[in-house]
């Protein structure tokens, strides 16, 4: 694997000048992207510490995929398409039941009790067991989704391809992402945490404690939280504006789990649904 990774860096030297005619980076790239298909590698990863890696190679892989393959015609009954990458086939034995009007590209790994409704996930993003995309969420590129997530309907969790050392978007085991949340560039949303909806997440974004007031990050809900949506006051040369922000309303027990009707008494209590 360490040849070829160092392949990969050299050929990624090269990409102003690269083409599909060069098959021997073909080949490289294309047995990277294979084993992203079969979750055999993946574009970054929790460690024990709790750090987010990223693996540049692997994402520097995905930007030569792009110069070596050209567009492509594909059909699918009456809808034509024109692309460089082809999509994800063979769910039966992945394990993944997809819903018509889901679309998932090749270079994702979806485990198997996935279940996408129609939606989108992206190349380089890894969804893990028993998670669901509901019905328009988006996964964007690179974007890492744990287990038995729940992406509710619109929820966008942003791509991030460029550069190749930038962190994607984590979201954690058992974590559940309110309706039309949008979660990008990097941001984070930890083990167990709810996001009410409409909730916008980016790591300029401050994270508050309701019961403190202090700021506790940027861009980083940590686990076992219950976050909404909420604005704070701002005084500027000309006037006041109120900024969006991200506020804790409830901190659980770690491992507790969610009971469905108590969350949504409790959203409903700060003007926030699922």
């Known amino acids: 694997m360490v040849d070829l990774e160092n392949r990969i860096h050299a050929w990624h030297e090269q990409i102003a000048t690269i083409t599909p005619e060069n098959l021997e980076a073909r080949r490289d790239v294309e047995l990277v992207i294979a084993k992203l298909d079969e979750g055999q590698l993946r574009v970054a990863e929790v460690a024990p510490s709790g750090v987010v890696v990223v693996h540049e190679w692997v994402k520097k892989a995905i930007m030569l995929l792009f110069r ?6 594909s059909e699918a009954g009456p809808f034509e398409y024109l692309d460089k990458l082809e999509l994800k086939s063979d769910y039966e034995r992945r394990g993944v039941r997809v ?3 889901a ?3 090749r270079g994702s790994y979806l485990s198997p009790g996935v279940i996408l409704m129609p939606s989108f996930v992206n190349i380089g993003a890894w969804v893990g067991p028993g998670s669901m995309v509901d019905t328009w969420a988006t996964v964007g590129s690179c974007a890492q989704i744990g287990a038995n997530v729940h992406l509710a309907g619109g929820v966008g969790i942003g791509g991030v391809l460029e550069p190749a050392n930038a962190v994607p978007v984590v979201i954690e085991d058992g974590a559940f992402i309110g309706s039309r949340c949008m979660i990008v560039d990097g941001a984070r949303v930890g083990k167990g945490s709810v996001l009410g909806a409409g909730t916008i997440l980016n790591p300029s974004i401050p994270v508050i404690d309701a019961e403190t ?5 940027r ?6 939280c219950v976050a909404v949506t909420a604005s704070r006051r701002r005084e500027y040369p000309g006037g006041e504006f109120f900024l969006p922000c991200v506020l804790i309303i409830k901190r659980m027990q770690e491992g507790e ?9 409790l959203l409903r209590d700060h003007g926030v649904a699922t």
């Not at 070596?68 to 015609?73: M, V």
């Not at 789990?257 to 008494?265: C, E, F, I, P, T």
């Open 99 to 101: 819903v018509p009007g």
């Open 257 to 265: 789990s969610h009971d469905k009707v108590a969350l949504n008494s």
């Open 213 to 217: 007031g202090e700021e506790v990050s």
């Open 219 to 224: 861009g980083y809900v940590p686990d076992y």
């Open 103 to 105: 679309l998932a590209r």
């Open 68 to 73: 070596l393959h050209g567009l492509e015609k």
